[in-house]
């Protein structure tokens, strides 16, 4: 069972790995002409971050995504890795 969870896991640090490079190597590719679809995306979450005062202490709360072209390009092919190894 263990070593089920553990996959579950390294799939997730693939995904993860591949959604941020992906995105990375996009907005670099964006400064560049013919690969500016690569960089072509939305942009969604909390436009303004939900704030908690307990008195004491001010927690702020905030999640935004920034998916492109280039990131989902990534996520493919880190499946295709996990799928490999």
Do not use: Q
Not at 5 to 14: A, P, Q
Not at 37 to 51: C, K, N, Q, V
Not at 56 to 74: H, P, Q, R
């Amino acid at each position: 069972m263990a070593a089920k969870d553990k996959n579950i896991w390294i799939l997730l640090i693939f995904l993860l790995s591949g959604l941020v490079l992906g995105g990375l190597l996009g907005e670099l590719a964006s400064k560049v002409d013919f690969l500016w679809w690569l960089s072509y995306g939305e942009s969604f979450g909390l436009t303004t971050p939900i704030e908690l005062d307990l008195n004491i202490i001010t927690i702020t709360f905030g999640l935004w995504f920034k998916i492109n072209v280039a990131s989902i390009i990534g996520m493919a092919i880190a499946i295709f890795v996990y799928r490999k190894i």
